[in-house]
C-alpha cells in the first residue's frame, strides 16, 4: 500500500478552487503516493474528515492565507496532533511564507515551507518517507523551516522554479462538479503563472516571490486547458494569476491557442492599467475573440500622489485609456479600489469615489469593488507601521482574528466610512444592467451617488427589509 499523503483546504467565503494543494499535490509521485485534497469549504465535519484520512498517512499539509483561514489550519492541526501526536503537520501557502519562524511557535506545526511549494514539499515528503523518519530533520531541504532539537531552523530558500517543468495540475484531485455548483457556474479556476515583477507597497508579492515571476508556455496551456474541458464541459476559465497580462507576447500565443483549438470558453483574467494602456486593439481585439470577458484592474486609489506613494506604478490617465478600451471592446471589468491607507486624506479618499462614480458610469459592464486597508503583511507599509509602534497579531489566534479587528480601515474617520459604505450600497442600484421596472430607483441611486447625498435613504431601507443580507456591517 502506498503511503497517504493527506492535504487540507481551510473554510473560506468563495469557492475557488483550491489551486495551491493541486499544484503541491499534483508534483508527488503518484506511483509512491496517495494524495487526498480535503476541503474544509466542502465538509460539514472538517475535523472528522481529516482524522477519518490519517490512517497509512505521511503527514498532513496545509494551505494558510492570513486572517480566518489560520482559524480553521489552527484547529485541524491541533486535532491531528491529538489524535497522532507523531504524525508531522506542515504549513505552506502565504502567511507560512511570511512567518515561516513565528508559525512554528505553535506546537501543533512541525514544518513551514516557503514561497512556491512544489519541490520543497516533493523533498520533505521523500524525507518523510525514508524508514524511521517520523520527526523531520529536513537539514539541506531549501525553503522550509522546521524545529531541530527545540529550536527553529529557517533552511536558505529555494530560488523560483520556472512552472514549464512542474506537472500539470491533476484536477482529478478535487471533486470539480462540486465546485461548479457551489459557484453556481461551470467555472474552472485556473492558474497559469507565479509571482508578480511589480513592487505595490502594499502587496505581499514582492517579499515571497522577490519580484520573479514564471509562466506557462502557451502550447502547454492550450492543451491543457481543452484537455480540461472535454473532461469537465465547464464554460468559463478564471485565470487567478496575481498579472495576467505581463508578457504581450505570451498574451497573445494564449488567444491564438484558444482560437486555433476552437475552445469556445469565456475567460477572465487580471490587467493592470499600465498593461491595459500598452495593449494595442488589434491585440485586445484578438483576445474577445477567443473568449476575453471581463479583467480585473486594480486602481487601488483616483489621487496620483496616493498611487505614487505606494509605488502602484501606474498613471490615472493609463487607468482612463484601460477603462475606454475596455468600453471600446464591450469587455467587462472589475475595478479594485483601496481606501483608507495609513495617513491618507480624505481629500484621496474623495477622490476614489470620484473615480469610481466615473468608471461605474462608463460601462454598464464595470463594476467597482471599494476595500478597506487593512495592514495585510509582508510589505513596505507594514514594515512602516511596525516600525512606528502599530500594534500587528503576535500569536497564531491574533492573526486569525485579523480580519476583523475593526469593520473599518483605522485611518478613514467614521464620516468618510459612511460615505464610502453607502457609495458601495448605491452604486449597485445606480449603475449596471437593469430591468426597465428598475429604472426610477436606478435613476434615483444615480442622483445621490453624483451628489453623495444619502440622507433619508427609503430605498435602501426597503431593499434591506427585503434582502437583510444587503445590510451594512
Ligand atoms: C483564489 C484566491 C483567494 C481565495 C482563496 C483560495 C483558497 N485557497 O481557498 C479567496 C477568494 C477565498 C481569497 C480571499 C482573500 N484573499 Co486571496 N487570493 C487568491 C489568489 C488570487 C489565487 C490563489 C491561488 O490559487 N494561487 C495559485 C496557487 C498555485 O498558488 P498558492 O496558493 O500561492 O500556492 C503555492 C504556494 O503558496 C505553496 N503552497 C500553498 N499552499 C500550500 C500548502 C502546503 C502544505 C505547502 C507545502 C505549500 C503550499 O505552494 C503552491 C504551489 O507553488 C491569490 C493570488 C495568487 N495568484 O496567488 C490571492 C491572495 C492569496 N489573496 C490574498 C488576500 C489579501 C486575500 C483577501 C484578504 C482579499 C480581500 N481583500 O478580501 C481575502 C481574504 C483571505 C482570508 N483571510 O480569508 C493575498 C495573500 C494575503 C495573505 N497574506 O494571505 C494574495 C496573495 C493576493 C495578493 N497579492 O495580495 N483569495
Ligand atoms: S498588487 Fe498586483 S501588481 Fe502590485 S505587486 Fe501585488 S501582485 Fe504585483
Known amino acids: ?28 509521485d503518484r506511483h509512491r503516493y496517495e494524495v487526498v485534497i480535503i476541503d474544509g469549504r466542502l465538509e460539514s465535519d472538517p475535523v472528522g474528515a481529516v482524522l477519518a484520512q490519517l490512517e497509512g498517512a505521511l503527514c498532513l499539509g496545509i494551505s494558510v492565507l492570513t486572517g480566518r483561514p489560520i482559524h480553521d489550519a489552527l484547529r485541524i492541526s491541533r486535532a491531528v496532533k491529538a489524535a497522532r501526536p507523531h504524525l508531522p503537520v506542515v504549513w505552506g501557502g502565504w ?15 512541525d514544518v513551514t515551507v516557503i514561497a512556491q511549494g512544489e519541490e520543497t514539499f516533493g523533498e520533505i515528503v521523500d524525507r ?5 523518519m517520523n520527526l523531520p530533520d529536513l537539514t539541506g531541504i531549501a525553503g522550509c523551516a522546521f524545529r531541530r532539537d527545540g529550536a527553529v ?46 513592487r505595490c507597497t502594499f502587496c505581499a508579492d514582492p ?37 495576467f497580462f505581463t508578457s504581450r507576447a505570451r498574451v497573445e500565443a494564449i488567444a491564438d491557442e484558444f482560437i486555433r483549438r ?5 475567460w477572465t483574467g487580471t490587467l493592470r492599467a499600465d498593461q491595459g494602456h500598452r495593449l494595442d486593439d488589434k491585440l485586445l481585439a484578438k483576445c474577445t475573440r477567443s473568449g476575453l470577458r471581463r479583467v480585473m484592474v486594480g486602481v487601488e486609489s483616483g489621487s496620483q500622489t496616493m498611487l505614487d506613494w505606494m509605488k502602484k506604478d501606474i498613471t490615472l490617465e493609463q487607468v482612463w485609456q484601460t477603462a475606454e478600451k475596455c468600453r471600446r471592446h464591450r469587455l467587462g471589468a472589475i475595478f479594485n479600489i483601496i481606501v483608507g491607507f495609513p495617513g491618507e486624506p480624505d481629500e484621496s479618499v474623495a477622490d476614489s469615489l470620484n473615480i469610481a462614480k466615473q468608471l461605474r458610469a462608463m460601462s454598464p459592464d464595470f463594476q ?7 495592514p495585510y503583511p509582508g510589505n513596505p507599509i507594514a514594515d512602516e507601521l511596525l516600525r512606528r509602534g502599530y500594534r500587528f497579531p503576535r500569536t497564531l489566534e491574533e492573526w486569525a482574528g485579523f480580519d476583523y479587528i475593526a469593520g473599518r480601515s483605522e485611518w478613514v474617520t467614521e464620516e468618510k466610512w459612511r460615505l464610502v459604505e453607502n457609495f458601495k450600497f448605491y452604486q449597485q442600484l445606480a449603475w449596471g444592467h437593469h430591468h426597465p421596472l428598475r429604472w426610477p430607483v436606478s435613476l434615483a ?24 443580507a444587503a445590510r451594512l456591517s
Open 207 to 243: 517579499y515571497v516571490y522577490k519580484r520573479g515571476w514564471v509562466g506557462l508556455e502557451p502550447a502547454r496551456l492550450g492543451a491543457e486547458i481543452e484537455a480540461l474541458a472535454w473532461r469537465y464541459r465547464f464554460h468559463e476559465v478564471a485565470f487567478q494569476d496575481e498579472t
Open 445 to 468: 441611486a444615480r442622483w445621490r451617488c453624483q451628489r453623495d447625498f444619502y440622507d433619508f435613504p427609503l430605498e435602501k431601507a426597503i431593499i434591506e427589509r427585503l434582502r437583510p
Open 262 to 266: 476552437r475552445l469556445d470558453l469565456a
Open 1 to 28: 500500500m502506498r503511503p497517504k499523503v493527506v492535504l487540507y483546504n481551510p473554510q473560506a467565503v468563495f469557492y475557488t478552487m483550491p489551486l495551491g494543494l493541486l499544484a503541491i499535490g499534483s508534483y508527488l
Open 128 to 132: 518523510l518517507a525514508e524508514p524511521a
Open 95 to 109: 502567511h507560512p511564507s511570511l512567518f515561516p519562524r513565528e508559525t512554528l511557535d505553535e506546537p501543533s506545526v
Open 153 to 198: 531552523v529557517v533552511n536558505p530558500p529555494r530560488p523560483l522554479r520556472d512552472v514549464n517543468d512542474l506537472p500539470p495540475h491533476d484536477y482529478t484531485l478535487i471533486p470539480v462538479e462540486r465546485f461548479f455548483g457551489l459557484k453556481g457556474k461551470r467555472q474552472l479556476d485556473y492558474i497559469s503563472s507565479q509571482g508578480c515583477r511589480f
Open 368 to 374: 467597482v469593488a471599494i476595500f478597506f486597508y487593512k
